[in-house]
């Protein structure tokens, strides 16, 4: 299974912007998705996570009304939609996959994409 993350860039303060990860390799349907992030010297966190059927969500609460995280499993892909973003949401942003849902634990995810830069000027 292969994760390859896409979307990020530079913006400013209170802009948006949209992730996207495509899936090979592996029918999406079969995991929960996820998003982290990480800055440099700090644990990678969680940010986001969708259950394999799209009906439920849940959110870091650093994030929680700014962004959204879908998928669209018949195009083996899942978004998050990022807005009215801060500096403090500069971050390398990966995709993760993984069976299961429940708990937010960088060490449950058993698939990585390879990270997407944001970075968010004031």
């Known amino acids: 299974v292969q994760l390859q993350a896409s979307g990020g860039g530079s913006v400013q303060a209170l802009g948006s912007l949209r992730l996207v990860c495509s899936v090979t390799?592996?029918?999406?349907?079969?995991?929960?998705m996820l998003w982290y992030r990480q800055t440099p010297g700090k644990e990678r966190e969680f940010v986001a996570a969708?259950?394999?059927?799209?009906?439920?969500?849940y959110y870091s609460d650093s994030v929680k009304g700014r962004m959204t995280i879908s998928r669209e499993n018949r195009k083996n892909e899942q978004y998050l939609w990022m807005n009215s973003l801060d500096p403090d949401d500069t971050a390398v942003y990966y995709c993760a996959a993984r069976r299961g849902f429940g708990g937010t634990s960088a060490a449950l995810v058993e698939f990585w994409g390879q990270g997407t830069q944001v970075t968010v000027s004031s």
């Open positions: 390799g592996e029918r999406l349907e079969k995991f929960t």
């Open positions: 969708i259950s394999w059927n799209a009906h439920s969500t």
